[in-house]
């Protein structure tokens, strides 16, 4: 079960799984990855282009004439082989979206979620007295004395329009290694992409009831 910690970072209690976490999800795999695939192609723009050699100007007339010059024979300036010439296989706009039904989503964000709570990565933070205002302190909170380089890659999930949700972007901001969102905006590709998760006691509250409305 998850700790709940205070801003000085004692543990508090220890706090129930969502129910639904503690199924077996090892045979969901594939769903994960398409769903974290999906997540990751579906931003890109996929205006990459480049002009082929019927769209290069000029080469109307051949370059020179076939023989007798002691140079390569030539047909035209827009070939692949000329500068400025046209560009062989090259990227041409296109759409990377991907389709993934609503069922199969909602099965891959359960499975990388239970991954993270069987791995014990996830730690719940009691900001109801939450007084850090300084960078440094909200890493010594975190990550204690270690190095930066040494330190575990960190989301922080804190409730939509959540007061102290701020302030901890605010003080979170120049810490290495460290992400923050809320709990709408939160994915698969998130939940797999950190090593460990920390959630605000009402992001906590809202992700348990969000779960429990999805079981029923």
């Known amino acids: 079960m998850p700790n709940v910690i205070d801003g000085s ?11 639904i976490l503690e199924r077996d999800f090892s045979d969901k795999l594939s769903v994960v990855f398409r769903a974290a695939h999906r997540e990751f192609a579906n931003p890109r723009a996929g205006t990459a282009s480049t002009r082929k050699r ?46 993934l039904n609503k069922k199969e989503r909602r099965v891959a964000f359960l499975a990388a979620l239970a991954d993270r709570f069987r791995s014990r990565a996830v730690t719940v933070l009691d900001v109801s007295d939450f007084s850090i205002a300084k960078t440094g302190e909200f890493a010594k909170l975190l ?18 329009n959540e007061p102290a949700g701020g302030v901890i972007e605010r003080v979170s901001r120049n810490v290495a290694r460290v992400a923050v969102t809320d709990t709408g905006a939160l994915d698969v590709k998130d939940v797999l992409r950190f090593d460990r998760l920390i959630f605000t006691t009402a992001a906590y509250a809202a992700l348990s009831e969000a779960l429990a409305e999805r079981r029923s």
């Open 9 to 19: 970072g004692k543990v508090l209690r220890e706090i129930e799984v969502p129910p």
């Open 54 to 99: 019927d769209e290069v100007a000029g080469g109307g007339r051949k370059p020179w004439r076939q023989k007798g010059t002691g140079r390569a024979r030539q047909g035209s300036i827009r070939s692949p082989q000329w500068r400025h010439g046209g560009v062989v296989f090259g990227p041409q706009p296109r759409s990377y979206r991907e389709a």
């Open 143 to 160: 990550f204690g004395a270690s190095p930066a380089k040494t330190r575990a890659s960190t989301l922080i999930v804190c409730g939509q």
